[in-house]
C-alpha cells in the first residue's frame, strides 16, 4: 500500500508539463543534465520529482547565471534552473495561471495566452494617434529588484494551495550560482529564465502598477508588457506629473525608474522636429517616430508610425554576420537556404507587421552577404557587382524560397 502524501498532485500534471519544458526546449542547469539526458530515464526522472513535491522533500536546486549581451554593450543576467526543476516550475504555472489570468489587465501583453507583442504594438500606435504625449518607463533592473514580501503578499491572496506556495517560495529564495562557481543568496528577485518568472513579474507589476495607476490616475492609457510600459498622456504637464508620481510609487514597491532611459515623447506628426527635443521611442524592437508615406491617392503625409529599430536591425545584421559562411564555401547554396528559411522567415513575420519595407531592407544584408558567398565560391564571378547580379538572378526565379525575396513593400 502506497504512503500517504501530504500533497495531492496528479501524476499527470508532471507528465503535461515535462512535455511543455520539452516544447520549450532550453539549455541544462548548474547539474549540467540536458533534456536528452533527463529522457534517458524518463519515467524515474519524473517519478523521483513527482515523489518529491508530493511529499514536501522538494528543494531546487541553485540558479545557473547566464550573461547574454545587450544591443547597447551591456549584458542581461538569465537564471537557468535545471531541467527538473523548470518542470516543477512549469507544474505550478499550469495550475495558478487560469486563475491570475481571471485579475490581470487587458493592456498587459507580455507573457501571457491570448496576447502578443503585437496586440501591444497596434494599441500604442492607436493611441499615439489619440494623445500627443507619451511617457516611456524603463524599470532598472526589474526581475532582480522585486520584492519577495510584497509578492508573496499577492501570492498568498491568488494562490489557495499550499504546496503552490510552498515551492514558489522556494523558487525566489533559491540561490544562484555564477560562472566561476560562486554560490549567492538571494534575498529579492525573480530570475529572468525561470518558467515561472514572468507570471510571477506579471502579478507583481499587476498590483505596484496596472492596479494602481487606474485608481490613483484617472484615465491614463498604458500597454505594459512585462517590464516595458507606455504611458499615453493629454498634455506635456500630465506626463511630467505622471513620471513623478509614478518614480515615487515604484520606490515605494523597490523599484527604480531608469533617470536615463525613462523619457516623454511628443507623438503628433504635424510639428518641425525642432520644437520638441524628442519625437522618438522604442518598444519592443520597434521604433514609433512621424514618417514620411504615400497614400493610394499618391499623396504624402507624415504619420507617428513604427519600424524597426536600429537596434533591432544591427543585432539581425550582427547575426548574419556570424553565420558559418566560410564553412558554406565547401557546400551548396541549398545549404545557406535551408539554414536561414526559418530565421528569416520569423524576422519578417515579426518586424513585417509594421514597416514591411523596412525589414526588407534590413535582410539586403543577408542578400549583400549571399553576394559575397557567390564571389568567393565561383572563381567566374570576378567581382561583386557580377556575384550581385547572379544572386538576383536567382532570387527573381525562386522568389518563394525566402520571405523577403517574396514580398510587396509597404
Avoid at 44 to 62: A, T
Avoid at 124 to 141: E, F, H, N, P, T
Wanted: charged fraction near 30%.
Amino acid at each position: 500500500m502506497e504512503q500517504t502524501r501530504p500533497y495531492n498532485i496528479p501524476k499527470r500534471l508532471i507528465y503535461e508539463a515535462y512535455k511543455r519544458v520539452k516544447a520549450n526546449k532550453g539549455s541544462g542547469g548548474v547539474d549540467k543534465q540536458s533534456l536528452k539526458d533527463f529522457e534517458e530515464d524518463l519515467t524515474n526522472n519524473l517519478y523521483k520529482l513527482w515523489n518529491r513535491m508530493s511529499s514536501g522533500s522538494y528543494f531546487p536546486q541553485p540558479v545557473k547565471r547566464v550573461e547574454i549581451p545587450k544591443a547597447d554593450g551591456g549584458t542581461r543576467p538569465l537564471g537557468i534552473p535545471t531541467v527538473a526543476d523548470r518542470i516543477a516550475q512549469m507544474a505550478v504555472k499550469m495550475e495558478i495561471e487560469p486563475e491570475l489570468e481571471q485579475h490581470f489587465h487587458p493592456d498587459s501583453y507580455g507573457y501571457r495566452p491570448n496576447k502578443s507583442a503585437h496586440q501591444a504594438l497596434e494599441q500604442v500606435r492607436a493611441r499615439s494617434w489619440q494623445r500627443a504625449w507619451v511617457l516611456d518607463m524603463d524599470i532598472k533592473g526589474f526581475f532582480d529588484a522585486i520584492g519577495h514580501d510584497l509578492l508573496m503578499r499577492a501570492i498568498e491572496k491568488h494562490v489557495k494551495e499550499s504546496w503552490q506556495r510552498l515551492y514558489i517560495r522556494r523558487w525566489l529564495q533559491a540561490p544562484v550560482q555564477h560562472p566561476d562557481g560562486r554560490i549567492e543568496q538571494r534575498t529579492q528577485g525573480t530570475p529572468q529564465g525561470g518558467v515561472i518568472s514572468p507570471l510571477l513579474a506579471n502579478l507583481f507589476l499587476h498590483y505596484s502598477f496596472d492596479i494602481w495607476v487606474g485608481k490613483h490616475w484617472k484615465g491614463i492609457q498604458f500597454e505594459r508588457y512585462a517590464d516595458d510600459i507606455v504611458c499615453h498622456c493629454r498634455t506635456e504637464q500630465e506626463a511630467v506629473e505622471l513620471q513623478t508620481v509614478l518614480t515615487e510609487r515604484f520606490k515605494q514597491c523597490g523599484l527604480e525608474l531608469h533617470p536615463e532611459k525613462t523619457k516623454i515623447i511628443y507623438c503628433k506628426s504635424w510639428k518641425h522636429k525642432a520644437d520638441y527635443a524628442r519625437i522618438s521611442f522604442d518598444f519592443l524592437g520597434f521604433t514609433f517616430r512621424p514618417r514620411l508615406i504615400k497614400t493610394r491617392q499618391g499623396k504624402q503625409l507624415v504619420c507617428f508610425l513604427p519600424a524597426i529599430s536600429q537596434k533591432a536591425a544591427k543585432r539581425i545584421r550582427t547575426e548574419i554576420n556570424g553565420w558559418t559562411w566560410l564553412k558554406w564555401q565547401q557546400g551548396d547554396i541549398k545549404d545557406i537556404i535551408r539554414f536561414s528559411q526559418s530565421k528569416l522567415r520569423g524576422w519578417m513575420e515579426y518586424y513585417g507587421r509594421f514597416g514591411r519595407g523596412a525589414i526588407a531592407n534590413v535582410l539586403f544584408h543577408f542578400d549583400m552577404k549571399l553576394s559575397r558567398w557567390a564571389k568567393r565560391k565561383y572563381k567566374k564571378l570576378k567581382t561583386l557587382i557580377q556575384a550581385a547580379k547572379r544572386v538576383n538572378f536567382f532570387r527573381r526565379r525562386n522568389r518563394k524560397l525566402l520571405a523577403h525575396w517574396n514580398r510587396v513593400c509597404a
